[in-house]
Structure formats: C-alpha cells, structure tokens
C-alpha cells in the first residue's frame, strides 16, 4: 500500500494533477526543530526546470504544515506536510487517454483500477510524488545524528560526462536514463534486521518506491560475479571493525557494519517520450503510432540524488529507532570547537571544561548550522581547530546556557564539563 516504516512511519497520498500531493509521518521525535526553511534546498535540487534535460513544470514546492509542528517544533504527533499543484496542463493527457504510454502505469492502472483512476500526468503514480519523500527525507536527516547521506549522477547515457550523455538524447530526440550513486558515512555498527529486514531489503524496497528505478547493487554488486572470494572479501584491520576495502558497500549479512553504506541505482529513460512510438488505442483495438505531447523530462536521473538521499534516509532513522538510539523526546547534538592541543589535555584528564568563551575562546553550540556560522565570521583562518560531536545523554550533569547579550558576547552559546567519554566524534575543521 502506501505506507512503509515500523517506528518511522510515512504514508503518501496525492495525485499529479490534484490539488495537493502529501505525506504524514508517524514516529518523529517530539521538540525536532522544523521550519519550511530546512527543506528548501533539497525540494530545490529535486525540482524541473532548474537544470537542462528537466521538465518545464515549475512549482512552487512550498511546504504547508497541518499537523504535527507547534511553535516550529514537532510535537510527537504524525507530522503531515503538503505541496500544492498550481501549473497543471490536464489537457495534455486527455488527448492521449486512449492509447496508454508504453514503459509508463497508464496500462496497468487501468487494469488494477477498472479504469477509476486518475489518468492526469501519471496521477498517483506519477514523479510528482517524490517531492513528497523528498520532504520525509528532510526530516529523516535531522534525526541521523552525525551520519550524513549524499547521493550523485556517476553516468547519463554511459557518459560519465553528464553534457555529453544529455547530447546524446537530444540528438537521437528521445529520453535518456543513467546512474545514480549513494554514500552513508557515520552509521553505527549493527543495524539490520535478517532475514526479511535486512538493511540491503529495506534500502532496495524503499528505492524502488521510486518511479524509473530499474536496479539496485551494493557495494561491488553486479561485478562481485566476476571476483574469487579472497579478492572479494573485507580484511579487517582492528576491534572498530575497520577494513580495508569495502566491496560490501558497508553491509555484511544484512547488517552495517560501521564502514561507509555505498550502493548504486540504474534509472531508465523517461518513459514520456517524443519519439514516434507504437502502441494500442484501446479505444479502436488498432495499433497506432503516437509521440507523447506535454512536459517531460528528457532525463529524470537528474532529479534523483535528493530523492535517493531521502528514502534512504528514512530507511536509517527507522533503523535507529528500532535500534533505540534515537530518544523520543528530541536531543540535539552538542558541538564544540576546540583546539588539538585542548582535547589531548582533555583526554589526559578524562574531561574537559570550557567556562566561557570570554575566559578560553571556543564555544558549544547546540546547532551544527551555527557552528559553521561562527567559524566562518568569528575563526576565519585559524588553524588547528577540532569540531567536538557531544552526546547529551552522556553528559553528567546539564550544560548551562549563556545568551549573547546576556554576558556581552558576539553569540550564545553553552559551557560546563564535558566527559571525554560523551564526545561521539571528532572532526578537524582548520
């Protein structure tokens, strides 16, 4: 049906041509800090009209709030956010009603839907649609904690050059597909649930939720066919689990297994093409020959990244619920910069102590988006400085807050004793 997830559940509703398209979320940890500003830029790497090769359609993809967010916080409710359809053609679709698109659901709609369903621009089946995981990957990605997910277009046309595989479309007149590769770092050990849960099952069953995904590989994948074991096979160097190579992409018996998450998707062309194509009118019974006419994407793996970082996301953050790892009351990361030689001092001692940024010059913020603002206005240029990842569940005893006005700073922050063992990462930043 149109529901997926155990603890982080979505449900997406919607047709292309319909005044809205949407989804609900169940299971978002309350107090999550939400605005419409968060998912402005993945709907704006995921819209058409943006880049060459992409629909014209332009929407506005603004998302509307109906519940679940009170005073720019979730409040533990289902959460469910909706975009509106404003730049519809319908008329488009009725002239081709009666000979269904070959390589697209027209057809098989039918069959399931007696003939019920909405036929405009795909209807519910339609592209349109992914803005909706889109939006459920945005909120998935706050609740990652440190992992980050980050998709991109390896090929067009087996092209890596993506100008040269688009030229390639344009001169043929036809549609195009290509590959699209997706990159996880920071996972925990241990997430998966074999047999029927396993990470690759879930990760490949959201995926292809995703209308024109036509394959999915793992790691090595298809080419692992080709290799002796002892090629194949991750050496592991130490007690983290760590290996030398990643031919697993990152899942071992269907379970991460702390390296990198590292698979890859095969997207077909658009089956909206304007070259001649031959099917039947159902109408007259005739075969007929017909070109599809309206707005279409001559390669819809364009737009795929931000979507394939979205399901996959989810995927995750349902996993770590299960995996109890992420509290149902929201708690942000803490993050302090600090300095090399400060965390060697602090690892020594088994804590470390920041009063204020007045007495010792760095800062914990509760905002990963802050800490970037800070070090790019306030650090610039300074070198040997380290990005502390804090885990407040860790923490032994509350970390006070100071607002900037309130002790004659240039920006809030928060300060108290830190145990090393409550820092989960450490990043070099300069």
Request: glycine share 12%.
């Amino acid at each position: 049906m149109n529901q997926f997830g155990k603890l982080f559940r979505v449900s997406i509703f919607g047709e292309s041509h319909g005044p809205v398209v949407g989804i609900t979320i169940d299971g978002v940890p309350a107090g999550l800090p939400l605005s419409a500003e968060d998912f402005l830029p993945d709907l704006e790497r995921r819209k058409g009209g943006n880049q060459k090769g992409t629909t014209p359609r332009q929407e506005a993809d603004y998302p509307i709030f109906q519940t679940g967010l009170f005073q720019g916080r979730t409040t533990g409710a289902p959460l469910t956010i909706v975009f509106e359809n404003n730049n519809t053609r319908s008329g488009d679709y009725q002239k081709q009603r009666s000979v269904p698109r070959p390589g697209h659901a027209d057809w098989t709609a039918n069959e399931k839907y007696g003939g019920f369903e909405d036929y405009r621009g795909g209807g519910h089946f339609s592209g349109r649609l992914t803005v909706c995981l889109v939006a459920a990957g945005v909120v998935a990605k706050k609740i990652l904690g440190p992992a980050t997910v980050e998709a991109h277009i390896d090929e067009i046309g087996g092209e890596a050059d993506l100008e040269a595989g688009l030229q390639k479309a344009i001169a043929a007149k036809d549609s195009i597909g290509g590959i699209v590769s997706c990159a996880v770092h920071g996972l925990p050990a241990g997430l998966g649930e074999p047999f029927w849960d396993s990470a690759e099952s879930l990760l490949a069953h959201a995926v292809f939720a995703i209308p024109a995904v036509r394959g999915i590989e793992f790691g090595t994948g298809f080419a692992a066919a080709r290799m002796f074991g002892a090629d194949h096979n991750d050496a592991i160097l130490d007690k983290a689990g760590t290996t030398r190579t990643n031919h697993a992409g990152g899942i071992v018996g269907g379970i991460t297994n702390g390296m990198p998450l590292q698979f890859r998707i095969a997207i077909k062309p658009t089956s909206s093409t304007p070259k001649d194509q031959t099917t039947l009118n159902w109408e007259t019974g005739e075969l007929e020959t017909f070109s599809v006419k309206g707005r279409h994407d001559l390669c819809i793996a364009l737009r795929v990244p931000p979507v394939l970082e979205a399901v996959t996301a989810l995927v995750l953050a349902d996993l770590l619920m299960q995996a109890g790892a992420v509290a149902r009351v929201y708690q942000p990361l803490i993050y302090h910069i600090t300095t090399a030689e400060a965390w060697q001092h602090a690892q020594a001692n088994a804590e470390y102590t920041a009063p204020s940024l007045e007495t010792e010059g760095f800062i914990h913020c509760s905002d990963a988006h802050q800490v970037a603002g800070v070090l790019q206005r306030f650090y610039a240029g300074q070198t040997g400085l380290l990005k502390l990842q804090i885990d407040p569940a860790r923490l032994e005893s509350e970390l006070k807050y100071e607002g900037a006005a309130d002790v004659n700073e240039k920006f809030p922050h928060v300060f108290g004793p830190i145990p090393v063992a409550a820092v989960i990462g450490v990043e070099v930043v300069a």
